[in-house]
């Protein structure tokens, strides 16, 4: 079964140094992953996607990601943190194959703390 | 565009008593789902919809039931709260025309419900 495991509840950094969230998946094929940013009392957005046309993928407010398959890793990176990024983080992917039904299931979040 | 409306955002019901949670969408996508986060946790699907007059259950669907009799609205229906319900409840909505399994989806702001 198609899963994913962030493997920090709670990261903390300083703003302007460089964020790390972590995500493993496991899948027996190509997996749909996703980055989701949930601010305090507010609903998600999207960051980013793997759409499998390349591994470095680019998202919103400088966030990136990239897809490892030989250590089957979907980590999320920003080069420098900003107070604004304080928030929780969900890694996503979708279970079901080849149809416009998402079956998405989510990670248990990583927290990050932002201080001045 | 609105983009994905809920209301009410904040509800207290008592043990028993019935309410429905709406959502609606003006961006004319085919999908909607209906998502409940507990907690410290990710979402769990409760029902989603493929388009007008077609739902189906999700993960968690016991205790609920939906609807849709329209592109736009897809409202949720609690009979005989129970505190296990209590939770915060996200509607969301998605296109697909081919069904890639990498579509976004949009969510709306959440409401959060409280059964006592």
Known sequence: AQSVTQLDSHVSVSEGTPVLLRCNYSSSYSPSLF???????KGLQLLLKYT????????????????????????????????SDAAEYFCVVNVARNTGFQKLVFGTGTRLLVSP | NAGVTQTPKFRIL???QSMTLQCAQDMN???????????GMGLKLIYYSVGA?????????????VSRSTTED???????????????????????????GRE???????????VL
């Open chain 2, 14 to 16: 008592k043990i028993g």
């Open chain 1, 52 to 83: 499998s046309a390349a591994t470095l993928v680019k998202g919103i407010n400088g966030f990136e990601a990239e897809f490892k398959k030989s250590e089957t890793s979907f980590h999320l990176t920003k080069p420098s943190a900003h107070m």
């Open chain 2, 104 to 114: 976004t989806q949009y969510f709306g702001p959440g409401t959060r419900l409280l």
């Open chain 2, 53 to 65: 007059g077609i739902t189906d259950k999700g993960e968690v669907p016991n205790g609920y039931n």
């Open chain 1, 35 to 41: 980055w989701y940013v949930q601010h305090p009392n």
């Open chain 2, 29 to 39: 996508h085919n999908y909607m789902y209906w998502y409940r986060q507990d907690p």
């Open chain 2, 74 to 100: 897809f409202p949720l229906r609690l009979e005989l709260a129970a505190p296990s319900q209590t939770s915060v409840y996200f509607c969301a909505s998605s296109y697909s025309s081919i069904g890639t």
